[in-house]
């Protein structure tokens, strides 16, 4: 996200809040947060370790953690704190390989929008940050349609 940019996400949060700018959590510390996330992109690590559970005797377990993206994340965004917490969801989602169906609050679409526009700007691939711009009630069908899938998923592997 470019420093030169900073206003006008803020304008736009005025606006649709009807507040000024000054009443919320800003751009600057918004691309702050999203640089300190990248920064885990760095660290986060698959890894074997012992584990605390025991289990019958000569019983054996393997603990791991493993670097792989879990999916789609979808997220909903308040309308309180849109920039805010649009970026305190995204944040770690991005950082460790996953995309985002985010669905912004009906009252503060276009802040989201606008930071969706920026994500794409600084190359980010079309489809790892998506904004469903809808009723509360269809973005639930949505996020539940995705929900039943995983599960169906699981229970299948």
Known sequence: MSVASQPEPSAV???FLKRPPRLFIGVAGTRDYFRYMAGWATRIEGSTFATSI?????VKFHTYTQREPVGVVAQIVPWNFPLAMA???LGPVLATGCTSILKPAEQTPLTTLRLAELIAE???PPGV??????ERSVADSVFFSCFAIELRKIWSS
């Open 129 to 134: 940050v998506n904004v469903l711009t809808v």
């Open 13 to 15: 949060v005025a606006k």
């Open 54 to 58: 025991h289990g019958p005797p000569g």
């Open 122 to 124: 600084a190359g980010f």
């Open 87 to 89: 970026a305190w969801k």
